[in-house]
């Protein structure tokens, strides 16, 4: 399962360079518009506000659900940007749903002095910047400790959306299972929010597609 970033993005059934050569690849990919995508009416582009991790995160959640009782499975789940916050939530706060993750450009702690150039996208508040009870529930790096499945991350160090200081945290965190063992982190010292250097973009690609077949045999 793949997941939009945004989170006010949509997936489209066109070309997509990155799920067709997982396809290629052997890997089934379902790229879900959970609520809070675009195109479907604005009523239902606001029904994250305030809630980021909270009814998109069921929608995720349901979706996994629904592929399971047709057969599908087992699963792995994915983003970028918004889309890597989404699918470490999924492997923290359900850790037994999936095999494991890939998160790419994410972020993992809501708080302003880690993410304020992410919450406040387009002059639009998407969370409660005061309530930190809220912030630390929806915030992924503050029960990492629940991971049960391996991730793997991918961050730029020049990122300024989704800055990396949320996953230094995050690796920095006491945690009572083998970190070396469920966090496979790859940080590349010229790339912002994203990769853009074509040796990055096939490097990244391939390993991710061998850790998916790895996870779902």
Known sequence: ???????????????????????????????????????????????????????????????????????????????????????????????????????????????????SSWLINSGCIWMDLEDEELLAERSPACCIENLAAPAFIVHGKLDQYTPISSLRYMLQRPRKVNKDRLLNVIIYDDEGHGLSKKEHIKETYQKIVKFTNEMTR
């Not at 699918?87 to 999936?98: D, F, G, Q, R, S």
């Open 1 to 115: 399962m793949w997941l939009h970033g945004g989170p006010a993005d949509i997936c489209l059934n066109n070309f997509d360079p990155r799920i067709q050569f997982a396809a290629l690849n052997g890997v089934a990919v379902f790229t879900p518009n959970f609520r809070g995508s675009t195109g479907y009416g604005k009523e239902f582009e606001r029904l994250n506000r305030n809630d980021l991790g909270g009814g998109d995160l069921r929608d995720v959640i349901e979706g996994i659900s629904y592929l399971e009782r047709q057969g599908y499975g087992p699963f792995v789940v994915g983003g970028q940007s918004y889309g890597a916050y989404l699918a470490l939530m999924v492997l923290v706060k359900y850790p037994e749903i999936c095999k494991g993750g890939v998160c790419m450009s994410g972020m993992y702690l809501l708080f302003p002095e880690y993410a």
